[in-house]
T-cell receptor, first 115, second 110 residues
């Protein structure tokens, strides 16, 4: 079972460069989420997509854009990377029905350094 | 969103029970109590959740105070693999957005 797959696992960028973090889930979940985690802190929500075709801002959306490409894929784009965006990024998905409707399933993360 | 308060760290011996406390004095009637844990260098994983009654699953037990202002995650026999940061999170049924605090770092001594 692949679950939630994130690519790449590691990335180093220079200030001002752009990149897209990819996330795909194979569990037929409707909702997907992007979080960032800075050292020693809990996760903070960047953007989420309640269903295919919809996206909404979370707690820390500035400097990011997202695309819900289809039901499986939810990408996070940094248009002009800044050192403050150095973090570990996690993608998650959630079913909207059934006994597991309140449970989020997380990927392994992308570790991003911006120099 | 209602806040939770957890100790920064706790220690336990291997194969002993562990009780991880969480205070949530401003919890509302529709807030579910969720626990996630994060093993080193991994994404968070769901542990257990409940609303009013105590809950058990294969990973842990969740004891909820009668007034719901506090709860305790119980690991019945800690193993080295249980060393992780444990997050107590309140989740409105209609919100589905997890608000993470800084959690409790559990150290398990062999």
């Amino acid at each position: 079972n692949a679950g939630v797959t994130q690519t790449p696992k590691f990335q180093v960028l220079k200030t001002g460069q752009s990149m897209t973090l990819q996330c795909a889930q194979d569990m037929n979940h409707n909702s997907m989420y992007w979080y960032r985690q800075d050292p020693g802190m809990g996760l903070r929500l960047i953007y989420y997509s309640a269903s295919e075709g919809t996206t909404d801002k979370g707690e820390v959306p500035n400097g990011y854009n997202v695309s819900r490409l289809n039901k499986r894929e939810f990408s996070l784009r940094l248009e002009s990377a800044a050192p403050s965006q150095t973090s570990v990024y996690f993608c998650a998905s959630r079913p909207i029905g059934g006994l597991a409707k309140n449970i989020q399933y997380f990927g392994a993360g992308t570790r991003l350094s911006v120099l | 969103d209602a806040k939770t308060t957890q100790p920064n760290s706790m220690e336990s011996n291997e194969e002993e029970p562990v009780h991880l406390p969480c205070n949530h004095s401003t919890i509302s009637g529709t807030d579910y109590i969720h626990w996630y844990r994060q093993l080193p260098s991994q994404g968070p994983e769901y542990v257990i959740h409940g609303l009013t009654s105590n809950v058990n699953n294969r990973m842990a037990s969740l004891a909820i105070a009668e007034d719901r202002k506090s709860s305790t995650l119980i690991l019945h026999r800690a193993t080295l693999r249980d060393a992780a940061v444990y997050y107590c999170i309140l989740l409105m049924d209609s919100s589905y957005k997890l608000i993470f605090g800084s959690g409790t770092r559990l150290l398990v001594r062999p």
